[in-house]
DNA sequence: TGAAACAACGGACTATAAGTATAGTATCTC
DNA sequence: GAGATACTATACTTATAGTCCGTTGTTTCA
């Protein structure tokens, strides 16, 4: 599979988990709300920048966020 | 530390790790030797698709070029 | 039955990463 | 001192990352 993809599996995952729309966390992150549906999709490929910032607005780090069977 | 910086870190050890020089390590991975000294650098805002590109030649998962103390 | 919340989608735009080229420094060997 | 190897500095083009505006379709619930 795809990178993009993984990346958005991974980012739908934990804000279903924390109960958040795309909307409230894009400005937990402060990414734009469109930006955050498109990364979802799989149709982004986002900079370790970008990463580091959806990380954080999860209250983990760049390491927690790749610690899941899809980055093995 | 910025990221960026940290990225760079964690590419020249794993690269010294293996004995490559940069120019070696870039033919691996397809990236332009000079392109690959700005990431050492810490200059650049690598893309995850580049930096899965890295992980592949160095023949590690995006998980493990992750796993480091760095990214904690 | 409508309005509020949510996600998918699109178009136009700006900012910046990707990728390349060239030159330069430093060290070593012959 | 020429040639080879390893790395750094800078600067540039072009692809695309990322923003901002809006619309559409669906679901849910008063």
């Known amino acids: 599979m795809d990178i993009r993809s993984k990346i958005g599996?991974?980012?739908?995952?934990?804000?279903?988990?924390?109960?958040l729309s795309q909307e409230k966390f894009s400005f937990l992150c402060e990414?734009?709300?469109t930006?955050?549906?498109?990364i979802e999709q799989g149709k982004r490929n986002?900079?370790?920048v970008n990463i580091e910032?959806?990380?954080?607005?999860f209250d983990m780090s760049v390491y927690h966020f790749f610690n899941s069977d899809l980055f093995q």
């Not at 930006?35 to 498109?38: F, T, V």
């Not at 910032?53 to 607005?57: E, G, R, V």
């Open 31 to 33: 990414l734009d709300r």
């Open 46 to 48: 986002v900079s370790i």
């Open 9 to 19: 599996i991974r980012l739908k995952e934990l804000r279903n988990e924390k109960g």
């Open 35 to 38: 930006y955050i549906a498109s």
């Open 53 to 57: 910032k959806i990380a954080k607005a």
